[in-house]
């Protein structure tokens, strides 16, 4: 198991940037073999895969609402994936999740959230009109 801590939401306005933070720690772990993403959910709403990185390699996938606007990342040395957000819009309030997923080096980058096991506890981020 994977114990991961995000940080770095907040309340921003419509323009604005945040960058989100996922810190990932276990007993025995390498994070190589992962899968990394984040997912958000919104009041009343199911939750939504934001973007994907695969850790052996860096392939990114990211959802067209945040393309072009969001950056992921990793510090390779830290164990610590990023998500940097521009351009923020009232529509991207949500909680944000990170999750991982051991793929061995494979690995489908849009999975849903079913297929991942390993949750942080979520940050909020607020985007004012």
């Known amino acids: 198991q994977v114990q991961l801590v995000e940080s770095g939401g907040g309340s921003v306005q419509a323009g604005g940037s945040l960058r989100l933070s996922c810190a990932a720690s276990a007993v025995t772990f390498s994070i190589r073999l992962y899968i990394v993403v984040w997912f958000r959910q919104a009041p009343v709403k199911e939750r939504e895969l934001v973007a994907a990185l695969r850790w052996s390699d860096g392939s990114t996938f990211y959802n067209d609402s945040v393309k072009g606007r969001s950056t992921i990342s990793r510090d390779s040395g830290k164990n610590i994936m990023y998500l940097e957000m521009n351009t923020l819009k009232p529509e991207d309030t949500a909680v944000y999740y990170c999750?991982?997923?051991?793929?061995?080096?494979?690995?489908?980058?849009?999975?849903?959230?079913?297929?991942?096991?390993?949750w942080g506890q979520g940050t909020q981020v607020t985007v004012s009109s």
């Open positions: 999750a991982a997923h051991r793929v061995n080096f494979g690995g489908d980058l849009t999975s849903g959230a079913g297929e991942y096991p390993d």
